[in-house]
Structure formats: structure tokens, C-alpha cells
């Protein structure tokens, strides 16, 4: 047994023991630090379980932004405080107006400063304001190489009207078209005429299709409406020459006429001297067409009415061979004074005739019969042509198209 004294003794030794060994364990002391770190853990372990710690990381976050943009509005007021403002102060706010130096410009050393070539913009003195239409007549020179079609293109006007306004020069002609006339030129389409009296002045603009308002109220033609009286009779002096616009007319015809038979030829004896005497019997046509030349397409004008060219001028060289486009008998054989040249015209007996222009050659004479492709002439540039090419026609009663009954090229 133990006595009371030695029982104490174990006991203090026990705790003693204890002691020794909690001290090995927590040999290190516990920092504040680390106990509020210990606080934190289990705080956010806490927040955890309840599910807020997302909501907290977001809260968090905002915090955190704001404080950051805090800061550096802070350290931005701080740093430009002390950057001094180089227009705050003026002395001369402060002391009154100064007196402005005068400045010696001879005394300013000249800078050799180099000269650097570039691209300047120039001043662009022309605005492009819309011209107004033309309302007067004006003039063109023919130039090489210019047709009907191509000068009323460049006006603006239809062929026809450059036809209309030049009678006294192509005399309706379109092949009469030479380089250095000078023609006149319309500010609007329809005719160019002189007015000679005689009848009603209604009567005569009646005869283009318009009315007698039209024209004389037209700026180009320099009328006073308060000086004619009465429209339908107007005061105009005779030989004035007067824009008619919008005015249409009948193409004075200065082609073959028509209805040049075997039997009745001599009413082709106004052409010139190429006409023939009346011819009884002879070859009939077959009523279809081949090709008068070599070469099957226009080196020329085309079919148009509008210009009254009631032919089509077709491709050749100078000297190749011109051939009957139907079996007939020869009506017309020589020099033609309208334009055509050498011109040969077959009647074929059924109605129809043909005609063969500015021919350099004839191989067929009056009176002849001709069959389908035989050769009658030969390509040239004689009469109104401006180059070797066949002006070819067809008629049967009228001036009909000839690629209409020619087989296709």
C-alpha cells in the first residue's frame, strides 16, 4: 500500500508527465493570426453549410471593385494635384493688356526648309449645274467616217430630224452625207422649213402635225405672239425659215421610182441616161432570192425608213462580182443622176424588181435576160458612197425590207 505521502507524489509526478507532454505538443506558441485565421475557417465552413457561400464570394467581389476604383480615383486626384497647370496663371490677366512688339520681317532668318512634292487639290472653280436644253439651232461640220445615225446620237435627236433640217444639203439622201458640210442641228426633233405664204398658217404647220401654236410660241424662233394677230393666220414675214418642232413630213423620194416594168420602162428615164425601151417577153423570177454578193452582211447603212434608206448596203470589195438575186429582164442599165452611180435594175415579170448601185462595172446591158446568180456588174463606190459597197433593193409595189425574202447569211 501506498502511503498518503507517496500517493501525492505520484500524482505530482503524473501531472508533471503531462505537462511534459503537452508542452512537446505546443512547443510553438498560437499567434493572434492564426487564431482569427481559425475563426475565419470555421466562419466560411459555417456559411458553407447554410449555402451562402456563393452569394458571399459575389458580394465579395463587388466589394472589392468598388474599393479598386476608389483607390484610383484617389491616387489620380493626388498625382495631378501636384502637376502644375500651365493655364492657370496669365501675367498679362494679371498686370493688363500688353503692348503687341513690332516684328522686323527682315530680320527673320529665312528656313531652309526642304520642299516636298506631293499631291495638291486644286480649286474647282465649275459646279456641275445641269444645263439647260438647247433651244437654238446650231451648226456641225460633217466629219470622216460620220453617219446619219451617228451625228443624230451625239444630239440627241433622231436620224430623221437631221434629214428634215438639211433638205437643201442631203436632199433626203442619207448617202449624200460628205465630210466638210456643214449641217444644221436642231435643239429639239422635227423639221426645218421656210415659210413662203400662200396659204392659212394653220393650213401649212397642219401639214407637219402640229399646231400652229407650236411653233410660233417656240423660244427658238423668235416670235412675238402679240405681233402675228391670229394663229391660224399668222403675220410671219415669207422666207422665214422656222423650227417646227415635234413636225413630221413625207421623204422627198430620190430613189428609183417604182413600177419600172418590161413593158413600161420609160418612167425611169428621169433617173438618167441608163434607162431602157419597153421589152416584150423575156426570163420570170422564181419568186425567191439569193444573195447579190460574196459576203452576206452590211458594211453600211441597213434598212430604215426613219432615214429613208429603203436599201441595204451590202459588204464587197472593189471589183468582186454582183450577181442577179432572181432570173429577169434588164430595165435599167447605166449612170443614175440621184445618188445611185452605176446602177443596174432587173424586172423579174412577177411583180417584183430588184436594183444593184454604185457599181464600178456593168456586165449586163437594156433589154437582157439575166438568170438567178449570174453575174451582172461589179462592186464599186460610184454615186453618193463614201466606199466599195452594193446598195441593193427590192420593190414590189413598194420599197419592201430585202432581208425579209433574202435566206438567212
Not at 62 to 73: E, R
Not at 179 to 188: S, T
Not at 273 to 296: D, F, L, M, Q, R
Request: aromatic share 10%; glycine share 12%; hydrophobic share 35%.
Amino acid at each position: 500500500m501506498m502511503t498518503p505521502m507517496q500517493n501525492e507524489f505520484k500524482e505530482d509526478n503524473s501531472s508533471q508527465s503531462n505537462q511534459e507532454d503537452k508542452g512537446q505538443t505546443a512547443s510553438v506558441p498560437v499567434s493572434s493570426v492564426q487564431r482569427q485565421r481559425g475563426f475565419f475557417t470555421r466562419l466560411m465552413d459555417s456559411l458553407l453549410q447554410m449555402g451562402l457561400g456563393e452569394s458571399l464570394l459575389r458580394v465579395g467581389t463587388n466589394v472589392f471593385s468598388v474599393l479598386a476604383i476608389v483607390g484610383v480615383i484617389m491616387l489620380g486626384q493626388v498625382f495631378y494635384g501636384q502637376t502644375p497647370n500651365q493655364f492657370s496663371g496669365n501675367s498679362a490677366q494679371d498686370t493688363g493688356p500688353a503692348m503687341t512688339p513690332v516684328v522686323d520681317v527682315s530680320s527673320i532668318p529665312a528656313l531652309d526648309i526642304p520642299i516636298i512634292s506631293g499631291i495638291s487639290r486644286s480649286a474647282q472653280l465649275h459646279t456641275n449645274i445641269p444645263s439647260r436644253p438647247r433651244q437654238e439651232l446650231s451648226n456641225y461640220v460633217v466629219q470622216d467616217g460620220d453617219t446619219v445615225f451617228g451625228i443624230a446620237e451625239k444630239f440627241g435627236l433622231d436620224p430623221q430630224t437631221v434629214l428634215w433640217s438639211n433638205y437643201n444639203i442631203l436632199l433626203d439622201d442619207p448617202h449624200a452625207l460628205k465630210p466638210g458640210q456643214e449641217l444644221i442641228i436642231l435643239p429639239v426633233n422635227g423639221v426645218y422649213w421656210e415659210w413662203l405664204g400662200g396659204i392659212p398658217f394653220g393650213d401649212w404647220s397642219a401639214f407637219y402635225g402640229v399646231e400652229p401654236a407650236a411653233i410660233i410660241e417656240f423660244p427658238g424662233n423668235n416670235i412675238d405672239p402679240n405681233s402675228v394677230g391670229d394663229y391660224a393666220n399668222a403675220n410671219i414675214k415669207t422666207g422665214t425659215w422656222l423650227i417646227i418642232p415635234g413636225g413630221t413630213r413625207e421623204f422627198v423620194s430620190w430613189s428609183a421610182p417604182l413600177g419600172v416594168t418590161r413593158e413600161n420602162p420609160a418612167s425611169a428615164r428621169v433617173l438618167g441616161p441608163g434607162a431602157c425601151e419597153a421589152v416584150s417577153g423575156g426570163a420570170v423570177g422564181y419568186g425567191t432570192y439569193v444573195y447579190p454578193t460574196n459576203k452576206h452582211y452590211l458594211s453600211g447603212f441597213d434598212y430604215s425608213e426613219k432615214t429613208n434608206h429603203r436599201g441595204i448596203d451590202l459588204a464587197g470589195s472593189l471589183g468582186e462580182g454582183v450577181y442577179a438575186a432572181d432570173a429577169g429582164v434588164i430595165v435599167y442599165s447605166g449612170w443614175n443622176n440621184y445618188g445611185y452611180g452605176n446602177m443596174i435594175m432587173v424586172d423579174h415579170g412577177n411583180g417584183f424588181q430588184s436594183l444593184y448601185a454604185h457599181l464600178s462595172e456593168l456586165y449586163r446591158g437594156c433589154g437582157q435576160s439575166v438568170g438567178q446568180g449570174e453575174g451582172i456588174g461589179a462592186i464599186g463606190s460610184t454615186g453618193s458612197s463614201s466606199g466599195p459597197h452594193l446598195h441593193f433593193e427590192l420593190m414590189a409595189g413598194i420599197k419592201v425590207n430585202p432581208w425579209d425574202y433574202l435566206p438567212p447569211p
